[in-house]
Nanobody, 125 residues
Framework: QVQLVESGGGLVQTGGSLRLSCAAS????????MGWFRQAPGKEREFVGG????????YYGDSVAGRFTISRDNAKNTVYLEMNSLKPEDTAVYYC??????????????????WGQGTQVTVSS
């Protein structure tokens, strides 16, 4: 069974950093696009960023551009989300997702085929 498992969430102060990991049970080199999303209570799921299969192309949501960085290590079948300069408004459950359709990095949750269970990130003020 194909699975994605996120880890690395936790509580951090404003201005701090966290690195989330998303481990896949399949070879990530075969997954054209991996994305990160987040969802805060009472809000819709928001696109954080995405990365293509090689790691050569990334795309970020406006609210995190310049602060967050996505990378992938296909040898470890893992995708990472490095989060810096964290703000209280970054508090949410963070999800990784996989898209098996070759093409541009998608921003819409419904375009992703597989999701992890999520990891909580809380930024205190």
């Amino acid at each position: 069974q194909v699975q994605l498992v996120e880890s690395g969430g936790g509580l951090v102060q404003t201005g701090g950093s966290l690195r989330l990991s998303c481990a896949a049970s399949v070879r990530t080199v075969n997954i054209p696009v991996m994305g990160w999303f987040r969802q805060a209570p009472g809000k819709e799921r928001e696109f954080v960023g995405g990365i293509n299969w090689s790691g050569g192309s990334t795309y970020y949501g406006d609210s995190v551009a310049g602060r967050f960085t996505i990378s992938r290590d296909n040898a470890k079948n893992t995708v990472y989300l490095e989060m810096n300069s964290l703000k209280p408004e970054d508090t949410a459950v963070y999800y990784c997702a996989a898209n098996w359709v070759v093409g541009d990095i998608r921003k819409t949750p419904t375009e992703y085929d597989l999701w992890g269970q999520g990891t909580q990130v809380t930024v205190s003020s």
